[in-house]
């Protein structure tokens, strides 16, 4: 069947888009929008208006999609930026600066740790001799070795500073090193 249909077709009247389908015209018209007594059509220049309501949009807005990713982390809908640290402590130090209103949250570690006399001890804290993070790394059980210590990546984070607190390294001992390095963010 033929598309479009003839107004007063004896007479030669308009002619209005249409689709044939199955027999059955569906008019075709085109998607208008303004206010009363004006009519602008809908192009890539005049997009249609549309007003989610509040639901939809938080829906939308609250929404992200899982992607691998090497420049940021996302915390809910904010991204994170990863930041890297060097570890070389002879003696307790920071590791990573206090940052105003933020913790630190450790997404990866690797680092050795000599323990020549058996009695050097590592504690992550968060503050100068503040809180534990980790327990104690090292010990009294080993000597004349350096110990490696591993934390693959974890996007959650392994530990995490007080809020506005820095992340120290607590070192204890005759003869202490801790060498290496970490991945963090500050959330």
């Not at 549309?50 to 938080?58: H, I, K, P, R």
């Not at 323990?115 to 004349?144: H, I, N, R, V």
């Amino acid at each position: 069947m033929a598309d479009n249909v003839t107004l007063n077709s004896g007479s030669g009247g308009d002619t209005l888009a249409a689709d044939d389908i199955s027999s059955v015209k569906h008019q075709r018209v085109k998607i208008q929008h303004g206010a009363d007594g004006s009519a602008t059509d809908v192009s890539t220049a005049s997009r249609l208006p549309v007003e989610l309501d509040s639901q939809a949009l938080t829906a939308i807005l609250h929404t992200i999609t899982a992607k691998l990713a090497t420049d940021t982390i996302q915390n809910g809908l904010t991204a994170l930026t990863p930041k890297f640290a060097k570890i070389d402590l002879t003696a307790t130090g920071t590791v990573v600066a206090a940052v105003s209103g933020k913790q630190i949250r450790v997404l990866a570690l690797v680092m050795t740790l000599e323990l020549q006399t058996g009695d050097e001890e590592y504690t992550f804290k968060s503050g100068a001799a503040g809180t534990a993070l980790t327990g104690t790394l090292g010990g009294s059980t080993a000597s004349a070795i350096n110990y490696p210590i591993e934390y693959a990546f974890c996007p959650v984070g392994h530990f995490e500073t007080a809020s506005g607190s820095l992340l120290e390294l607590s070192i204890a001992g005759t003869t202490p090193e801790a060498n290496g390095s970490l991945v963090y963010v500050e959330v």
